[in-house]
């Protein structure tokens, strides 16, 4: 496997774990409006989640960028 294809998987994986987060969110959102607080622990939970795998994936991004020629 080249360094791009694994570039390209960890990429997928990241965005497939956000969607994730997403899913999940949406399936607790009924029980999270219930109170103000869960509602933003929720919303709150969800982005800090995907925001984290965006910063992971952008060190890779960056990574790769300085192995390039």
């Avoid at 969800?46 to 890779?60: D, E, K, Q």
Wanted: charged share 15%; hydrophobic share 40%; proline share 1%.
């Amino acid at each position: 496997m080249t360094k791009n294809t694994l570039h390209r998987l960890k990429g997928f994986g990241y965005l497939t774990s956000s969607v994730s987060v997403f899913l999940l969110a949406t399936v607790s959102w009924s029980s999270g409006q219930k109170s103000t607080l869960l509602t933003a622990c929720l919303i709150a939970g969800a982005a800090t989640s995907m925001i984290g795998m965006f910063f992971r994936w952008l060190t890779y991004e960056i990574e790769r960028r300085k192995d390039q020629p």
